[in-house]
């Protein structure tokens, strides 16, 4: 457990997407040098995508271009189709993100195409992002459960997998988009996709709706999976999935690793200021427990002082 874990942060991106607020492109690269400064350098910052189908990220590319100097951290882009590549390249894009659905009717309420539809769109992207030595990470969404479809087998998530994998994915984030997922049901998906997609290249993109997300990475992590996708503050939610809440909070993962003796170079101090500010600018205060927690430690000693 002590071992290798590292942590995706997404807030910026599939975190903010999914928040009501918009927030600026200055916004948002405040909040990213914030969680560079907290020791996070792996970072989901922004997607290529129509402004009328996501305007929350109208401007990922000057996002792009304004963190871009770090040269020592790795920035992540969705991009769904040749176009949102193109832009994404034109604009420095290293590490590029492409995405599917377990279920259909998922994908058809997302993105109005089939499963196999929507993987023949990312097919031309992956294959021109390996030509050019752009890093394609894949994320596949319902993996755990849909708000249409309801119950998901493993081997419709693991069918996904492996043509991720197959297509030269270096890594398969699976996503339970709807936060119904269960410690044992965690377990039994990370088993059957790893028959066919390395367990080291997988990671747990676990949304906290009915609050089993750490239960269910620690299950992962038992399993040996060693990547987890979190989102400052809880980010997040899904507007195809009524009543589902933000990503796991990086606060709440990092507070768990720690405990486990893992050590993931994260301020937890600076980590919660950062969520504090991005807070702020939604007009919301963060779903994390511990940065809860931590606040009213704080608000507690000022107030003695």
């Not at 752009?134 to 419709?156: H, N, Q, T």
């Not at 398969?172 to 965690?186: E, F, M, Q, R, W």
């Not at 600076?270 to 940065?291: C, F, G, H, M």
Request: glycine residues 10%.
């Amino acid at each position: 457990m002590s071992n290798g874990v590292r942590i995706v942060e997404v807030g910026p991106r599939d975190g903010l997407q999914n928040e009501q607020t918009s927030v600026s492109v200055e916004g948002r690269i405040v909040f990213i040098e914030a969680l560079l400064a907290a020791g996070l350098h792996t970072i989901e910052v922004g997607a290529f995508v129509s402004p009328k189908a996501i305007p929350q990220m109208v401007g990922s590319d000057e996002v792009l271009r304004g963190v871009s100097h770090h040269a020592d951290s790795e920035f992540h882009v969705l991009v769904p189709n040749e176009k949102g590549y193109e832009a994404a390249r034109a604009n420095g894009a290293k590490v590029i993100a492409v995405f599917g659905s377990a279920s259909e009717g998922f994908s058809r309420a997302n993105i109005n195409c089939s499963v196999a539809e929507s993987i023949e769109r990312f097919k031309p992207v992956v294959a021109r992002a390996r030509a050019d030595g752009v890093k394609v990470r894949g994320y596949i969404s319902c993996v755990l459960g849909c708000p249409y479809d309801g119950e998901v087998k493993p081997k419709a998530v693991v069918d996904v997998a492996k043509v991720l994998w197959d297509l030269g994915c270096y890594e398969v984030s699976l996503g339970d988009t709807i936060g119904v997922g269960t410690p044992k049901k965690a377990r039994e998906l990370l088993r059957a996709v790893a028959g066919y997609v390395p367990m080291t290249h997988l990671a747990m993109h676990f949304h906290d709706t009915y609050g089993q997300a750490l239960a269910n990475l620690y299950a992962g992590m038992e399993e040996g999976a060693r990547v987890i996708d979190s989102a400052a503050g809880g980010l997040g939610g899904c507007p195809y999935a009524p009543g589902a809440t933000g990503n796991v909070a990086t606060e709440d993962v990092v507070y768990m690793l720690e405990g486990l003796g893992a050590a993931t170079g994260v301020d937890m101090t600076k980590l919660v200021q950062a969520t504090n500010e991005i807070s702020k600018l939604i007009d919301r205060s963060p779903v994390s427990r511990v940065a809860t927690a931590l606040n009213a430690k704080r608000r507690l000693a000022n107030k003695r002082e």
